[in-house]
Every structure is written in C-alpha cells, then in structure tokens.
C-alpha cells in the first residue's frame, strides 16, 4: 500500500501562484510513476500533470501547460505540483495518485493509489 496526502491547497487570486505537494508513505516512492489530477464541481476528475519515477518523463494537460510544472524529491518521498499564472477554471480539488506504469501515465485507470485531495480556489 502507498498512503498519500496533498497540501497546500488555498484560496488565490487570478494571476497568482500555488505550490501543492503530496507526501507519501508506505512503499518506495522511486518505484511509483505519480500524478496530478483535479476535480471542478460538476464535472468528471481530469488529467493534470504527471512525472515517471526518475522525473526524466514529465507529461502535462494541454490547460495547465506552460503554467503548471510537476517535480519530484525521491529523497523526501514527495511529488510537487507548482500552478502559476492561475485562472478561475483551475478551481478544483486537486489528487495526487501513484501509479507502477511506467509509460505515458495519463489516464485514471492507470493509477491504483489516490490521495484525499486539497481544495483549490481561484478568484476572479
């Protein structure tokens, strides 16, 4: 089993930033693929961001592109979600999942370990 837990969820301004991370235990981080995914109100959970186990693969949604960048410290058992230039649309809660793929982790179905979630805000 791999427990996960996010932080650093919040209430931000359009045009500001946020930094979600996402400490796990259980299993050996480096041996798990991990992802970011977000939840709006009324709408299905969707792809965010992922990083493969060494973070030489990275993969992002094309709506978080160029301001959103996913990071990983093997070291601390932890993956990092950076949002910058926010937007009302990203207003989600936010999951990290952990996955044993190796390639191409985009999809839901990949993942077997999910966290709780951390709520994020953007106003306008």
């Not at 969707?46 to 990071?71: L, M, Q, W």
Request: hydrophobic share 35%; charged share 15%; aromatic share 12%.
């Amino acid at each position: 089993q791999v427990q996960l837990v996010e932080s650093g969820g919040g209430l931000v301004q359009a045009g500001g930033s946020l930094r979600l991370s996402c400490a796990t235990s259980g299993r050996t981080f480096s041996n798990y693929a991990m992802g970011w995914f977000r939840q709006a109100p009324g709408k299905e959970r969707e792809f965010v961001a992922a990083v493969s186990r060494s973070e030489s693969n990275t993969y992002y949604a094309d709506s978080v592109k160029g301001r959103f960048t996913i990071s990983r410290d093997n070291a601390k058992n932890t993956v990092y979600l950076q949002m910058n230039t926010l937007k009302p649309e990203d207003t989600a809660v936010y999951y990290c999942a952990a996955t044993a793929v190796l390639f191409r982790t985009i999809l839901q179905g990949q993942y077997n370990y999910w966290g709780q979630g951390t709520q994020v805000t953007v106003s306008s």
